[in-house]
């Protein structure tokens, strides 16, 4: 596993001291009021300070409705996250995304690392263009796509989609970033810093803009207050994803022209680097 620079980005700050600033939410409260595992998400590349004054409205204790809250565990409010992708060799997932297919899927194994929890995730794209995620958890002895979790696949592809699920997978890409999350009924923001992505096949790694927080606002519906304050500072919906996005940047050759321009936005002060 490749861990994240040990410097203090400006983007790492941030969204820690949001955290620390908001109300707190334990996960067992967000499970309840925003669990979200069929839900809309729209992507933003935010500067540090302008996050810094929409989080700071949507967190305010005076907001109408409630305070959006930062989700807490045993007192800490940011937390570190490491995900594997699986693809086949010749990334049927990243091709079919790119192609805007119906029937699309991404597989990755997602650690927890402050706390040690793995979860095995398949997300789909649902019939109203709504991102559904299935998990199960790992035991800390079980290996990745082990009979159990290749039959756990199996089983909801064919559920979902009527297809069977790829005989081939591989480690494709990994990702570890810290994150902050803030909550209100039916709403959640997932707030991300301090990307690093590491192409598991070449080798090579490119990390994000030290200043830029990853946003996703995730909903039922469609616009959230906190969409709409983004939008008033004029930060508009990126075409981000941390797997599609992280591959036009580490593969320059790859057809990726609707994810090329974010993805020079996000990793602009870093050039691949090369295998190791």
């Known amino acids: 596993m490749t861990t994240a620079p040990a410097r203090c980005a400006t983007a790492v ?27 809309f998400d729209h992507s933003y590349l935010v500067p540090a300070p302008t996050f810094l004054h929409v989080i ?10 409630g305070p959006y809250r930062a989700l807490t565990i045993n007192g800490r409010r940011a937390f ?20 805007g297919r119906r029937l699309r899927f991404k597989i990755r194994e997602r650690l ?3 706390t040690g929890e793995r979860q095995f995730e398949i997300k789909l794209k649902g019939p109203r263009g ?22 756990f696949l ?7 989609y009527g297809i069977t699920a790829p005989a081939a997978l591989e480690p494709s890409l990994s990702t570890d970033y810290t994150r902050a999350t803030f909550v209100a009924d039916g ?11 590491d192409d598991l096949r070449t080798g090579r790694t490119v990390r994000c803009t030290d200043d830029l927080v990853l946003v996703e606002t995730k909903t039922t519906g469609h616009l959230t207050e906190a969409d709409r304050l983004l939008h008033t500072h004029g930060i508009r919906p990126a075409v981000f994803t941390k797997y599609c996005s ?4 580490l593969r320059p050759a790859l057809p990726a022209n609707r994810w090329r321009r974010t993805a020079h936005h996000a990793f602009s002060t870093t050039t691949p680097e090369p295998a190791r």
């Not at 996250?81 to 192609?99: A, G, I």
């Not at 199996?154 to 979902?160: F, M, P, R, S, V």
């Not at 959640?188 to 990307?195: E, K, P, V, Y």
Request: aromatic share 6%; net charge negative; with cysteine.
């Open 56 to 65: 700071g409205r949507l967190t305010d204790p005076h907001r109408p409705g």
């Open 13 to 39: 700050r941030a969204i820690a001291d949001a955290a620390h600033s908001a109300a707190p939410i334990s996960l067992d409260e967000l499970n309840e009021r925003a669990s979200l595992l069929a839900r």
């Open 187 to 197: 709403e959640r923001i997932t707030c991300d810093a301090a990307l690093l992505c």
């Open 130 to 151: 709504n991102t559904v995620k299935h998990r199960r958890p790992l035991t800390p002895a079980a290996t990745p796509l082990d009979p159990d979790s290749r039959a």
């Open 80 to 99: 570190r996250y490491h995900s594997v992708y699986y693809d086949t060799p010749d990334l049927r997932s990243f091709h079919d995304h790119r192609q």
């Open 112 to 114: 927890y690392e402050d």
């Open 154 to 160: 199996t089983d909801t592809l064919h559920t979902a």
């Open 246 to 249: 992280a591959y036009a940047a």
